[in-house]
């Protein structure tokens, strides 16, 4: 089992910055890739960001890309999500997840994290 929770979520305006961090605790963190995903009201769930076990490969939806980075430090067992120049359908509750197979796909993942709030005002 590996268990994640996050913290960072808020209420920014548009044009704004926020942080993410997921806090994984159970298995080996490092032996999983880890992501990011998101959900707004009405909407299926998303994927925002991911990066590899290594920490080498990264991935990005195209509607974020040159906007969030996502890092890990897996010597605290953390993930990062970094939103910079935030737009207000980026709305939508953020999910951290665990992945040791496709981690940019709803499908793929293993773990989830209980979500975050995150809401851009305009």
């Known amino acids: 089992q590996v268990q994640l929770v996050e913290s960072g979520g808020g209420l920014v305006q548009a044009g704004g910055s926020l942080r993410l961090s997921c806090a994984a605790s159970?298995?080996?963190?490092?032996?999983?890739?880890m992501g990011w995903f998101r959900q707004a009201p009405g909407k299926e769930r998303e994927f925002v960001a991911a990066?590899?076990?290594?920490?080498?490969?990264?991935y990005y939806a195209n509607s974020v890309k040159g906007r969030f980075t996502i890092s890990r430090d897996n010597a605290k067992n953390t993930v990062y999500l970094q939103m910079n120049s935030l737009k207000p359908e980026a709305t939508a509750v953020y999910y951290c997840?665990?992945?040791?197979?496709?981690?940019?796909?709803?499908?793929?993942?293993?773990?989830w994290g209980q979500g975050t709030q995150v809401t851009v005002s305009s």
């Open positions: 997840a665990a992945s040791k197979g496709a981690i940019m796909v709803v499908k793929g993942i293993d773990y």
């Open positions: 990066r590899g076990w290594s920490g080498v490969s990264t």
């Open positions: 159970g298995r080996t963190f490092s032996n999983y890739a």
